[in-house]
């Protein structure tokens, strides 16, 4: 399995360094980290999704006009996983699989570029999606995003865990080597996507943690602005921050072999995206 690294999406709030930990000048660089995994049987599985073609192309009918402003994003067509998938010499058709970490508007814009695709998610994120009780539900799940998906594939954890933590195995039409693993807390139906590469794991942490420094350490660190987006943006904050507990714990375990990372720390991206072949 070839694995590609996409960043689907510039995110640059206000705050610079306040944010990202690096910045120099007023704004941020948030990235919105996806996985292309080119399989043998399985065709293109794209795990995430990023800002879509029409995300970029009319926000203000797709986006929330609050996360519009907060998050400063930038409308580039060339960012969109369909632009990067079709550079890459495939055809949109070629992508038969999306296995999404969660609903959100930054993380699962692009279904819409997809709609032949199998998409794979949490049933509790499906049920949260549908369930909109506060303005934060309003804004954060956006029916157009997805309306036009034909394949939808929802899961309960259960069987078989995975290095202490629940899982789901045996997605529909998907190699055994990818698993959901189930990260509540940052919305109820967030997951993990696990990836097996040889005796190691890849494992997509979506917006379990959002900066490098909480994990990989005994001790956590995060700058003010992502401390204050996940307060902000939590669903069940004893959820989250337990799960967060274990997943540094993880990380600092060499035994595991556990290479992880979040959705949008842009050093993160850098770093794997330079290590692929």
């Known amino acids: 399995m070839h694995i590609h690294h996409l960043n689907c999406g510039c995110m640059c709030p206000l705050g610079g360094a306040f944010f990202d930990g690096f910045s120099k000048g007023l704004t941020a660089q948030l990235t919105c980290h996806c996985l292309l995994l080119e399989t043998a049987q399985h065709g293109l599985v794209l795990v995430d999704t990023g800002f879509g073609r029409a995300d970029m192309a009319h926000p203000q009918q797709r986006l929330s006009p609050f996360f519009r402003l907060l998050n400063n994003i930038r409308y580039r067509q060339q960012d969109t996983a369909l632009a990067q998938i079709t550079q890459r010499g495939f055809s949109p058709q070629d992508v038969r699989h999306i296995v999404l970490t969660h609903l959100d508007f930054d993380h699962a814009g692009g279904l819409s570029d997809f709609p032949h695709a199998q998409v794979h998610v949490l049933q509790q994120e499906a049920d949260a999606a549908r369930n909109r009780r506060n303005w934060l ?90 401390r204050f987006y996940q307060w902000m943006m939590e669903q069940d904050r004893t959820a989250r921050r337990h799960n967060q507990q274990r997943l540094r714990a993880l990380s600092c375990d060499p035994q595991a072999g556990v290479q992880m990372f979040c959705s949008h720390d842009a050093k993160e991206f850098e770093r794997l995206a330079q290590r692929a072949p």
Do not use: K, M
Not at 144 to 152: N, T
Not at 198 to 220: I, K, M, T
């Open 137 to 226: 539900r309003h804004a954060r799940y956006r029916d157009s995003q997805w309306e036009q998906v034909r394949q939808w594939h929802f899961y309960q954890p259960g069987g078989e865990g995975w290095n202490g933590f629940d899982a789901v195995r045996g997605l529909t039409g998907l190699p055994p080597e990818v698993l959901l693993i189930p990260l509540a807390g940052h919305t109820t139906g967030h997951a993990g996507v696990a990836i097996r590469q040889g005796d190691g794991w890849l494992l997509h942490a979506g917006d379990a943690y959002f900066y490098r420094d909480e994990v990989g350490q005994p001790e956590r660190h995060c700058t003010p602005g992502l």
